[in-house]
């Protein structure tokens, strides 16, 4: 469905070509039915008409067809719209600016005679907020339509599509599979991919051999697993084996594994040659909720993690939920505690999903697992197409995905990194949970919720080191601005807001309480 001249017609021959289905136009059955043109059947008796007409060829089209393309009117009626409940329904979303030039090109529009673009914006004004009730999902439809096609194929499959709208934009894939996708991509890139560049860890040696088979010409670099292969020594290995192999900048750099390969790929990508193409393969729930989306990349250094590093946007993420498969335990975890992070920053039924459903959302072969995954990309998504570099002034931006990060890499890095992201950001989020009720902020509630849906998927809520360590490290951390030690809190579940110098007692009570000691 979606406004006059938005391709429904074309999008939906072209999506029952590509799966073997059958399809239907329900504009093109009434004139079959009736031996007469729309804009006859409006001429002549009327819109009102015409709709009894539209509604029994939905009907119709429903029963008997795998892919029905809509009247862009038809699902104002109230009856249509009850036929549609339990069917997929795809929006394509076009601008009215696309859709006047469009529209422009044809006179047969019953309903757009006289100001185009006047009409176009009425009938956008009256059917846009219908659309987003109706819809199952919604397509950017501003794109060339072999595009529209393949993301509307992919929903069909089971695959997710989500589009990063940041400077260079890029979708992320999710769906079993789904990493297959980037030979093809690589084989079609303008200028063409002559050399592949592939990082990845020693555990992932076979998988990527398989993976890699058909890429152009690839050039296997193994790094060292977890934060061991963010180092200079190892970004230095890497751009030598590039220059030795002769990559140039029409090749590709291609990054698998957990987020700790992502980031280094990616910081690869963009500083060799000035920056080259980058592809982001996550192995691992964490990557795929966080580090391999968005553009940040980078290395450690001894006195702090991610200290150096650019953004530098891939040009396609593959969340291949295959790649899960025989993922341990306390991986999964880690990976959910970014999950959750974005249910507290933006999306709670997220949270909902935790609390009704703990034990399927650690099965990554469940829907639900899927399901939380999905919303936590888009909610990244939208917040970095929107703040990439994270230098929003006026609201909190892109620093809303540090939710519990500073104290969490306090304790990574404490802790020599023994301590997973995932677990060290789940006591961050209890932490700064427990500094906003101190000020304020949030109730009790919300500080209960962070234990009860944190403490449900077997994370850490309590650590016990020693504050003053703890405070100093905090100290080194990327939103500080000066001696400023900027955190992001909590004003309600979903709403963030960027709290500079708290007093140190709030700050040091606060550590108590997730010490266990009140």
């Known amino acids: 469905m979606g406004l006059p001249a938005s391709g429904k017609t074309t999008v939906g021959q072209a999506v029952a070509d590509e799966l073997g289905l059958g399809w239907c136009d329900t504009d093109a059955l009434v004139e079959q039915r009736t031996g007469r043109l729309v804009r006859e059947i409006f001429a002549d008796e009327g819109e009102e008409r015409f709709r009894e007409l539209e509604q029994e060829a939905v009907a119709h089209a429903l029963a008997h067809y795998d892919v029905v393309c809509l009247g862009g009117g038809s699902v104002m009626t109230p009856a249509v719209r009850q036929m549609l409940d339990g069917h997929s329904v795809v ?18 529009r019953p309903l757009l005679l006289g100001d185009l673009r006047a009409r176009l914006g009425e009938l956008a004004g009256q059917r846009l907020p219908v659309y987003e009730l109706v819809a199952t999902w919604r397509i950017d439809a ?81 790094v060292p697993a977890a934060e061991q292969a963010k180092t200079v020594d190892t970004l230095d290995r890497c ?24 980031d280094l790929a990616g910081f690869v990508a963009a500083t060799y040659l000035r920056g080259i193409s980058y592809v982001s393969i996550p192995t691992t729930v964490l990557a795929m909720a966080d580090a391999a989306v968005g553009g940040k990349t980078g290395i450690n250094l001894p006195q702090g993690k991610n200290l150096v590093g650019s953004f530098y946007e891939p040009r396609l993420v593959t969340c291949d939920l295959d790649l899960l498969a025989g993922l341990g335990d306390h991986e999964v975890r880690s990976g959910l505690a970014e999950i959750v992070k974005c249910g507290f920053i933006s999306d709670p039924d997220i949270l909902d999903t935790v609390i009704r459903e703990p034990k399927r959302v650690c099965d990554v072969t469940s829907a639900p697992f899927a399901d939380i995954l999905a ?22 931006g892109r620093a809303a995905l540090n939710y519990g990060h500073t104290l969490g890499h306090a304790i990574e890095k404490l802790e020599n990194f023994t301590w997973s992201h995932g677990y060290a950001i789940s006591v961050g989020m209890v932490f700064v949970a427990e500094v906003a009720h101190r000020l304020g902020m949030v109730g009790d509630d919300v500080v209960d919720t962070h234990r009860r849906v944190l403490t449900s998927l077997g994370l850490p809520t309590e650590y016990n080191g020693a504050w003053a360590d703890v405070r100093a490290t905090m100290s080194i951390d990327k939103k500080a601005r000066g001696s400023h030690l900027r955190l992001i809190l909590l004003e309600d579940i979903g709403r963030t807001a960027v709290v500079a110098d708290v007093d140190e007692p709030i700050l040091a009570q606060s550590f108590q309480a997730i010490q266990g000691v009140v």
């Open 375 to 396: 919303r936590a990309i888009q909610v990244k998504a939208d917040v970095v197409s929107g703040d990439l570099r994270e230098a929003a002034v006026s609201s909190v």
């Open 239 to 262: 751009w030598r084996t590039l220059a030795e192999a002769g990559l140039t900048r029409s090749d590709a750099v291609v990054g698998v594994g957990g987020g700790t390969t992502t």
């Open 91 to 108: 929006w394509l979303d076009v601008s009215v600016v696309t859709l006047t030039r469009r529209a422009g090109m044809s006179t047969l």
């Open 142 to 222: 501003d794109r060339p339509v072999r595009d529209i096609v393949r993301d509307v194929v992919d929903l069909i499959q089971g695959v997710r599509v989500i589009r990063v709208a940041a400077e260079n934009p890029y979708d992320v894939l999710i769906g079993p599979g789904v990493s297959a996708r980037v030979g093809s991509l690589l084989a079609s890139a303008e200028p063409a991919v002559a050399k592949t560049a592939v990082l990845y860890p020693p555990v992932l040696a076979d998988r990527v051999a398989k993976l890699a088979a058909d890429w152009p010409d690839p050039v296997l670099i193994e």
